[in-house]
Nanobody, 113 residues
Framework: QVQFVESGGGLVQPGESLRLSCAASGSIATIGTMSWSRQAPGKQREIVAS???????GYLPSVQGRFSISRDNVKNMVYLQMNDLKPEDTAVYYC???????WGKGTLVTVSS
């Protein structure tokens, strides 16, 4: 089973950017859809962005236009570029397989002035 390790989280001010990285322990080339999800304190986990092996990219409406997901099937990496961050983006962000139970341990993103 492929394992995922997220990195790149941190404390930023509103309006700033972060790039999250997800390293897979094995090949992701045959994994149909890779996703980033997040869970804020006291809230349910939600899918933030998804990327198929093709060109489809899907986003949570509240991050559309600010976040961008990409995947590198050669390096077995998945990225989440987050721009114009808002306090409501504060959460633990996870990388994993869409629709599956295989997710990493997460990286914390805190947006605060």
């Amino acid at each position: 089973q492929v394992q995922f390790v997220e990195s790149g989280g941190g404390l930023v001010q509103p309006g700033e950017s972060l790039r999250l990285s997800c390293a897979a322990s094995g090949s992701i080339a045959t994994i149909g859809t890779m996703s980033w999800s997040r869970q804020a304190p006291g809230k349910q986990r939600e899918i933030v962005a998804s990327a198929t092996t093709g060109d489809f990219r899907g986003y949570l409406p509240s991050v559309q236009g600010r976040f961008s997901i990409s995947r590198d099937n050669v390096k077995n990496m998945v990225y989440l570029q987050m721009n114009d961050l808002k306090p409501e983006d504060t959460a633990v962000y996870y990388c994993g397989i869409f629709g599956g139970n295989n997710w990493g341990k997460g990286t914390l993103v805190t947006v605060s002035s």
